[in-house]
């Protein structure tokens, strides 16, 4: 009997959170972490609204989020790895050669 | 007419644009090849295409006897325009005719004296290879002076008017490293030019008033509307002419714009004979001849120009009898004689103003080519005497007349020449200025009796200075060494002074009281007063002259004069302040210098630093360094930093959803 | 108020004060570990939803899985203390403005803009049981779901290169001392 509204709502503070995550911290790690948040917000939409029209497609396309998920933090977190064997650090700042 | 309607009347005519392209063609080879050709060549060059003018204008002028009446050749269309069409078309008639052959004429000795005189020049100032330059200006100054005089219209008539001054620009600042602290050539060039400038500005005035009136600046259209409808354009005309009036002031070297003549002395001596004695201040008579048809129609113009003539020939007169330079005598002569040629013109006696111009060409040039002759013999003095080196002869000046002294002996030609000149521009009869002079003497006696006191005395005063001139430079004694050992020219310079000194004598043919060959020939084209012939006004005028010859021996030839270069002039403890002020040219230049220059100078310097510089300029430099700091805050952005970047595309995406909001 | 709105709001509660628990956390593992109990909530929240296949799903493969992944890259490369403000200028203040402007916007379409005011009923049955994603999944959506294996084979073979070890030196040298010893013997 909850409104839909009611999860839209919960759906974008977590998102907001999770960009909120991206853009504050500085430890790599925490950045995915976010990611993985903001991920999950959009994936809680999607069930909401399949549960509201009463399809199937919404939870299909969780299922596929999911799994790419899993494969983009297992390269993401290996990229992380490698980039600490040089740097010696996860800082995100510290990867600023670019600058221009 | 086309050419084709001209081979039906006479095919000579066709000729005509040749008097100036020939010039043009000279100047070009020389441009190009003049340097393989050597100076042999290069005067060959410019004196042959000056000599084919000549030879041009002697055709034309026979064919004009045959054929009477005004002859125009349409050459080529310049602007066509809606509503106005101009063609570059030259008219020969009689008027520009007698132009043409003065200018080609004595363009042409000159051009053969220069090949001998520039060469000694170009050695005593040390610059060999300027020689050719000299050459191509000369001649594009020829070619210009033929477009003003055979031109159909007033606009190409200005055309050559800003062409003769430019040439005459270039030709002062010759040497232009030189002079006064090595820019005063330059200055004189750039005076000449600039006081030219504002009497352009008048006959640019008078053309676009003509424009806007007539609609045409054909010289036929122009002059026959006028004649058929003189009081409608009244206020039109006598704008019109007040405005050439201006232009001549300015070109003709009279009242108040005569300051650049005395300067333009600066430039080497062939171009001061040609372009500042015999042909490019003349211009300014020939506008007002040309012009005679508005200027009848404008009584009070007449008068005007009647006045600055007479005004500018006593002033000028008064000025040359207190100069030291020979070249500035020569030059203030020259004014106070276009005063009486512009005093006729005024007067309405074109005739006579034409005459006094012929002769006035004749002994003028010869006069500045005997001096010029003169310097010559001085500087080579100066080069065989003790002191004598090549290159940078600056402390002695070979042009002041208290270094020189008893030239008879030692340049027997010259001196003759020079006296033939001087007696001829003093009014002794039976030489050619006798007569000129005594015309324009007759018409002010029966125009305006002070207009006629003007002129006497000034005809007396040029009178006493020639003679003070002769005696001083070639009576006396040595003053300096150079003038002891000073040497006789070279053939190729005396040959056209003596042509030009049996031109002073005879040339009173022309026009003489009984057979007035020159009168029946200008009036074919130009109705002016006719001439006459008084006879106790031209004895008058002769004895004046002799009285005047007769107290400059008085003053200078009886008493050795200024034994040493330091005396002071004789005729300075006798007129005391007057003569101060006659040698400090009555003080002219310094009073347009703190009228004219001062003020426009602080106006020129205040536009350019604070206005120039500070404001426009700071315009943009502040446009430039504020896109520049732009461009460093911008920078800063781009930091590296992948926080940042992300936030710039959270910031985009919030912009782009508040769009889709708002819509 | 229902029942159903009093637990979703006590989860919802749960949720975000572990989201930003996550979020300010200094210690990485303590970030972790707030995460995992976000999954755990959402994963109920996905229950309630009648999503049961998807609710263990997110367990295992986002709390199981995922997470487990980070703490061994986090154990792995230590946590370090990073200090709070950065060399960024102003990054804080603007990303939290921005932030607030973007919730609101997403807010103001989501709710607002949307028009949707229905409410989610629970069905008596539930959708996403394992025969029915089965069955989708193998007849309707076979070409994502193969291009998902290829992804995952992808992401298994970047992972292993980048974080393989410089071989070629010792390589070399494993060839040379095989090399010798079979010169030698």
New interface residues.
């Given amino acids: 009997m909850v409104p839909i509204s009611y999860y839209l709502g919960l759906s974008a503070i977590l998102f907001v959170t999770g960009i909120l995550g991206v853009l504050l911290r500085r430890n790599a790690l925490v950045i995915f972490m976010s990611l993985e948040l903001m991920f999950n917000a959009s994936n809680l939409l999607f069930v909401a609204f399949s549960a509201y029209y009463k399809i199937l497609t919404g939870q299909i396309f969780v299922f596929f989020v999911m799994a790419v998920a899993a494969a983009e933090v297992a390269v993401g977190l290996a990229l992380m790895v490698a980039i600490f064997r040089t740097k010696h650090s996860v800082d995100v700042d510290q990867v600023n050669v670019l600058k221009g | 007419m086309i050419l084709s309607e001209i081979a039906r009347i006479d095919p000579t005519f066709g000729l005509v644009p040749w008097v100036v392209l020939l010039p043009i063609i000279g100047l070009l080879l020389n441009v190009l090849i003049g340097k393989r050709l050597g100076e042999l060549g290069i005067g060959l060059i410019a004196s042959l295409a000056s000599g084919a003018s000549f030879v041009i204008s002697i055709l034309l002028m026979l064919a004009l006897g045959h054929t009477h009446g005004p002859v125009t050749v349409s050459f080529l269309d310049w602007i066509t325009a809606p509503g106005f069409t101009l063609g570059w078309n030259f008219r020969v008639d009689t008027l520009s005719v007698t132009m043409m052959l003065v200018v080609s004429g004595v363009g042409t000795l000159i051009h053969i004296y220069a090949t001998s005189y520039m060469h000694s020049d170009v050695r005593y100032n040390g610059e060999p290879s300027r020689y050719r330059r000299f050459f191509v200006f000369l001649n594009l100054f020829i070619a210009d002076m033929m477009l003003l005089v055979s031109a159909n219209n007033y606009l190409m008539l200005f055309v050559g008017w800003e062409g003769v001054g430019l040439c005459s620009y270039l030709l002062i600042g010759f040497w232009f490293e030189k002079g006064k602290d090595g820019i005063g050539n330059a200055l004189a060039a750039k005076k000449a030019f600039i006081v030219n400038r504002i009497g352009d500005f008048g006959v640019l005035i008078a053309i676009f008033i003509l424009f806007t009136t007539f609609h045409t600046l054909d010289f036929d259209g122009i002059f026959s509307k006028v004649q058929l409808n003189a009081p409608a354009f009244q206020g039109v005309i006598l704008a019109v002419t007040l405005f050439m009036l201006l232009g001549v002031t300015g070109k003709s070297a009279q009242l108040p714009l005569y300051v650049w003549l005395p300067d333009a002395m600066a430039g080497p001596t062939p171009v001061s004979a040609l372009i500042h004695a015999a042909t490019m201040v003349t211009a300014g008579v020939y506008l007002v001849a040309r012009s005679n048809a508005l200027y009848v129609a404008a009584p009070a113009a007449q008068a005007a120009v009647m006045w600055v003539g007479a005004l500018t020939a006593l002033f000028a007169a008064t000025i040359a009898v207190a100069q030291f330079d020979i070249k500035k005598v020569l030059a203030y002569s020259t004014i106070s004689q276009l005063g009486f040629m512009v005093a006729a013109v005024g007067m309405g006696a074109v005739t006579a103003a034409m005459f006094h111009l012929i002769t006035h060409a004749f002994f003028k040039a010869l006069l500045f080519l005997a001096a010029g002759s003169v310097i010559l013999a001085m500087e080579r003095g100066y080069e065989t005497s003790e002191h004598g080196h090549t290159g940078n002869a600056e402390e002695f000046d070979p042009q002041d007349m208290r270094n020189m002294g008893n030239l008879q002996r030692r340049l027997p030609w010259t001196f003759w020449t020079y006296l033939m000149g001087a007696l001829a521009l003093s009014g002794i009869a039976p030489l050619a200025g006798f007569f000129s002079k005594d015309e324009i003497l007759t018409v002010a006696s029966l125009t305006s009796p002070w207009i006629f006191v003007l002129l006497i005395l000034a005809a007396f005063l040029t009178a006493f200075y020639m003679g003070r001139q002769i005696f001083l430079v070639f009576f006396g004694q040595a003053r300096s060494e150079a003038a002891g050992n000073a040497s006789e020219s070279s053939a190729v310079v005396l040959v056209p002074m003596v042509i030009l000194a049996i031109l002073s004598v005879i040339g009173g043919v022309l026009n003489l009281p009984g057979t007035t060959f020159l009168e029946k020939w200008i009036t074919q084209t130009v109705a002016g007063k006719p001439d006459q012939f008084v006879l106790p006004l031209a004895v008058t005028s002769f004895a004046l002259a002799l009285i005047g010859l007769f107290m400059a021996w008085l003053v200078y030839g009886i008493r050795k004069p200024l034994a040493h270069p330091g005396e002071p002039d004789p005729l300075a403890p006798i007129l005391g302040k007057v003569y101060n002020g006659m040698q400090n040219k009555w003080w002219v230049d310094e009073v347009y210098q703190v009228l004219f220059v001062r003020p426009y100078q602080s106006l020129s310097e205040l536009l350019a630093q604070p206005v120039d510089l500070g404001a426009i300029d700071a315009i943009g430099n502040e446009i430039g360094s504020s896109i520049r700091s732009l461009g460093n805050g911008l920078?800063r952005w781009?930091?590296?930093?992948?926080?940042?970047y992300?936030?710039t595309l959270?910031?985009g995406?919030?912009v782009i959803?508040?769009y889709?909001?708002v819509k | 108020m229902s029942s159903g709105v009093i637990i979703f709001g006590v989860l919802a509660i749960v949720a975000v004060a572990s989201a930003i628990g996550m979020l300010i956390s200094q210690n990485s593992v303590y970030s972790a570990l707030f995460l995992v109990v976000n999954f755990s909530v959402i994963a109920v929240l996905y229950l309630i939803l009648g999503a049961p296949f998807i609710a263990l799903a997110q367990i295992t493969v986002y709390a199981g899985a995922i997470v487990v992944l980070f703490l061994f890259v986090i154990m792995m490369l230590g946590t370090e203390r990073l200090t709070g403000s950065g060399p960024i200028r102003g990054q804080r203040l603007i990303a939290i403005l921005v932030g607030a402007v973007f919730l609101a916007e997403v807010t103001v379409f989501l709710i607002w803009r949307s028009g949707l005011t229905g409410v989610i009923t629970p069905s008596a049955t539930d959708l996403s049981t394992p025969v029915s994603i089965g069955n989708a999944l193998f007849t309707t959506y076979t070409l994502p779901f193969e291009a998902t294996s290829l992804i995952l084979l992808v992401a298994v073979i970047g992972a292993i290169v980048l974080t393989h070890p410089e071989q070629s030196i010792s390589r070399k040298q494993t060839l040379k001392t095989v090399q010798k010893k079979e010169t030698r013997g």
């Fill in positions: 920078r781009e930091n590296g930093f992948v926080r940042s992300a936030l959270l910031i995406l919030v959803l508040a889709l909001m």
